[in-house]
């Protein structure tokens, strides 16, 4: 799996209006916009492709830092979606993206996270991380 593959995944699995952004004018802006019942927001995809051993560097750069940093201080929905191999998802809240990008420890990463799941995921996974989310 690789970034592409798990927005493929999220395309099919995740009931929200979703469009992958490229933006080469604003650096660090995030990969995905969506909205659903008049709720929008932004999405910052990370994968990795398992667990490091001690700390846990997400893969965040500092200017996507400072834009989700920006973002969610001014009251816009923002997350970080991070997948670790196939069978772990984790959403942190943009108001951690600092945090993440310090590489913080293993159980301080999972303290960051609004929603964790180990495992496949299935149908009632994937509605609770649409609503973690939109805030529903």
């Not at 699995?13 to 995905?32: A, F, I, Q, W, Y």
């Not at 560097?57 to 920006?70: F, I, R, S, T």
């Not at 979606?81 to 590489?103: C, Q, T, V």
Request: net charge positive.
């Amino acid at each position: 799996m690789s970034e592409h593959t798990f927005w493929a995944l999220l395309r099919a699995s995740l009931d929200l209006n979703m469009d992958r952004v490229e933006n080469k004018v604003m650096k660090g802006m995030p990969d995905v916009h969506f909205i659903k019942d008049g709720v929008s927001g932004w999405l910052e995809l990370k994968f990795l492709k398992g667990w490091p051993r001690k700390r846990m560097p997400v893969g965040l750069k500092l200017n996507q830092v400072m834009w989700l940093d920006e973002y969610a201080k001014n009251g816009g929905r923002c997350w970080i979606l991070i997948r670790i191999g196939r069978d772990f998802i984790g959403l942190a809240h943009g108001e951690h993206a600092r945090r993440l990008y310090e590489k913080p420890s293993k159980d301080e990463f999972t303290g960051l996270l609004s929603y964790l799941k180990r495992g496949n995921m299935n149908k009632e996974d994937w509605q609770e991380l649409a609503q973690v989310i939109t805030f529903s």
